[in-house]
């Protein structure tokens, strides 16, 4: 089992910034693939970031990309999500998944993907 855990949500203006993390602990392995998701209201939880572990590739969202960066600090087994100028539409749940699977893309992308979930963080960018 793994449990994931994110943090770092909050309310920010337009423009600034904000860093979310993601702890995973349990039965991690260093096969593991890991990404960000996020849930506006009324829409559907969609893909924003991955990253897979074995050789550090990194995806992005079309929206997000140039905005976002992840990273990874594997001594921590923790992802982080840097996030810069955000915009209003950036508002939503933001969830942490994780898998002891070494996802390719576009698998990576896909939520099913993914067998551990974070309860999720809630980041507000007003305007």
């Known amino acids: 089992q793994v449990q994931v855990v994110e943090s770092g949500g909050g309310l920010v203006q337009a423009g600034g910034s904000l860093r979310l993390s993601c702890a995973a602990s349990?039965?991690?392995?260093?096969?593991?693939?890991m990404g960000w998701f996020r849930q506006a209201p009324g829409k559907e939880r969609e893909f924003v970031s991955g990253?897979?572990?074995?050789?550090?590739?990194?995806y992005y969202s079309d929206s997000v990309k140039g905005r976002f960066t992840i990273s990874r600090d594997n001594a921590k087994n923790t992802v982080y999500l840097q996030m810069n100028s955000l915009k209003p539409e950036d508002t939503a749940v933001y969830y942490c998944?994780?898998?002891?699977?070494?996802?390719?893309?576009?698998?990576?992308?896909?939520?099913?993907?993914?067998?551990?979930w974070g309860q999720g963080t809630q980041v507000t960018v007003s305007s």
């Open positions: 349990g039965r991690t392995f260093s096969a593991m693939t």
């Open positions: 990253i897979r572990w074995s050789d550090g590739s990194t």
């Open positions: 998944a994780a898998t002891r699977s070494s996802l390719t893309y576009p698998y990576l992308k896909r939520q099913s993907g993914y067998d551990y």
